[in-house]
């Protein structure tokens, strides 16, 4: 599947691209442009692999299926993590995120179980209740705005998932708190970033004061659980209850880190794929009906039991294309550890490499008709058939995202759950565009006509 490059620069090793601006300004503070729009056109201009300039840089963006899984899998070992998983260190330390090596190895181990199959089956039920509750809500109401409804959604399963529905003392300001954090990580993705976010500024004293006070909640949590001693097959209680190689339990430190790690990653990214599926069904009737006839078929017969995916597969379907059109992770970003090579390029020690489920997901030459919104593409036959590196909403290899199954699940319960209670349209002003930040988010606020389908 490499995709041949139209234009191969003088040295047949560095990949085809632009080349540096001409004005100096430009080759140290790089023009501010649609980030997505920026991206696409490198793959459709130089191919699937390239390479570009950024102020002083050089970056990587390998699409290419082949590629894509050279770096994230095939080739791992020779990329540390990208800028994105540095700047989380700022806010949960040596979490699962930005840990490597063994640290990153141990800790995978102690948490994946509370995101194998039968924990998830036992939130199943939690996801439901969370759901029902945000609909309740909608009685009574002519429009909702998504972010803030989804956002709220995903923070409860989080609580309830993450944190074994140990409640918080001060969820608002929790909320807000983390939000300032993932503002902070949108900020250290700028060029100027790494040096502006270390200025002894208003917003970064604001900043250091949010993440004192977050950590400070989150070990009150922690502190509170040990002394209850209440079991789950949640992440907190799974890391309360690990040991190291000496039978020694883990630090508060890394408890505090990996939690917070897990609420930062889980929460917006499921909230986001929420809002722009419910969005591109609100856009397509035909798809809604269906989704409402296999929701009521499904859940009028009681709670839905462990086994939700397996009965919903055509809000399985939607959620999936949904992450196709509108990935909430846009890029997975990488540093070269060493010289090394992907497919036929040099890749030289320190480069910054891109892969991008946004550029990937919408390549013609991949997915007929990128644009359009077609579940069927997600059949299990039309899966079987493409690359596995064709689709990546939640990146691959030993990296690849450890609440995938989680995210799925919520996802798929909560969008079947609201469309059988509500038939959804767009309540007017302009239609949402993309903000290409940390996450995919939408640009502003989100408003739809909510209407009951039942008296
Ligand atoms: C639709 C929702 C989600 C999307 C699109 C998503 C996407 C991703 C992607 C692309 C990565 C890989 C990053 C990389 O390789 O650099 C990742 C990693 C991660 N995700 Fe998710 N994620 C979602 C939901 C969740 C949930 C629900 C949780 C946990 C509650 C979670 C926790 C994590 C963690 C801890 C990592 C780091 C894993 C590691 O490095 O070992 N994510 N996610």
Redesign the pocket.
């Known amino acids: 599947m490499s995709t041949a490059s139209p234009t191969r620069s003088s040295d047949p090793r560095v990949p085809p691209g632009p080349s540096r601006p001409k004005n100096p300004l430009r080759r140290v503070v790089p023009a501010r442009r649609d980030r997505l729009a920026g991206m696409t056109d490198l793959r459709r201009h130089f191919g699937g692999a390239v390479r570009f300039p950024v102020g002083p840089l050089w970056f990587y963006l390998f699409t290419d299926p082949d590629l894509t899984q050279e770096v ?1 899998v095939a080739k791992a070992d020779d990329f540390e ?2 800028r994105m ?1 540095r700047a989380m260190t700022a806010i949960a330390g040596d979490g ?2 930005s840990s490597t090596g063994d640290l ?1 190895r141990r800790q ?1 181990r102690i948490v994946q179980p509370a ?1 194998h199959r039968s924990a998830i089956r036992t939130y199943v039920a939690q996801i439901e209740h969370s759901t029902t509750q945000m609909l309740d809500g909608w009685v009574g109401v002519d429009r909702v705005e998504l972010v803030d409804e989804m956002t709220l959604l995903t923070l409860d399963v ?1 609580t309830d ?2 944190l074994g529905g140990e409640r918080l003392d001060d969820a608002d300001a929790m909320y807000d708190r983390m939000a300032v954090g993932v503002d902070r990580l949108d900020k250290m993705l700028t060029p100027l970033g790494p040096l502006l976010t270390r200025l002894p500024s208003r917003s970064n004293r604001a900043f250091d004061t949010a993440m004192s006070e977050l950590r400070a909640s989150i070990e009150a949590l922690i502190a509170r659980r040990r002394e209850e001693g209440r079991e789950g097959e949640d992440a907190m209680w799974a890391l309360l209850t690990a040991t190291d190689e000496d039978g020694a339990p883990l630090p508060d430190e890394l408890i505090r880190d990996e939690l917070i ?2 609420a930062l ?2 929460q917006e ?2 909230a986001i ?1 929420l809002c722009w599926t419910l969005w591109l069904v609100s856009q397509n009737p035909d798809v809604e009906e269906r989704l409402a006839e296999e929701a009521e078929a499904v859940l009028s017969n009681g709670g839905l039991g462990g086994d939700a995916m397996e009965r919903l597969p055509w809000a399985r379907q939607c959620l999936e294309e949904g ?1 196709r059109l509108y ?3 846009w890029v ?2 990488r540093t070269a550890a060493r010289d090394t090579t992907v497919g036929d390029w040099d890749v030289p020690k320190g480069a910054n490499v891109f892969t991008s489920p946004w550029v990937t997901h919408r390549d013609p030459a991949i997915w007929p008709d990128p644009e359009r919104f077609d579940p069927e593409r997600f059949h299990p036959e039309a899966i079987a058939v493409r690359h596995r590196f064709a689709y990546f ?3 691959g290899g ?7 199954a ?2 799925m699940v ?2 798929t319960i909560a969008l079947a759950m609201i469309v059988r209670r509500y038939r959804l349209r767009w309540a007017g002003g302009p239609p949402p565009s993309t903000n290409a930040q940390l996450t995919l988010r939408p640009s502003g606020p989100v408003w739809i006509s909510v209407e009951p389908r039942t008296a």
């Open positions: 994230l993590l990208g998983h699962l995120f990153h995978r995101f989080v998932t993450i790690t897990l990653a889980g990214t499921t794929a992450m990935p909430p992770a997975v970003s909403p939640f990146g030993v990296r690849k995202c450890v609440g995938s989680l995210a919520e996802g």
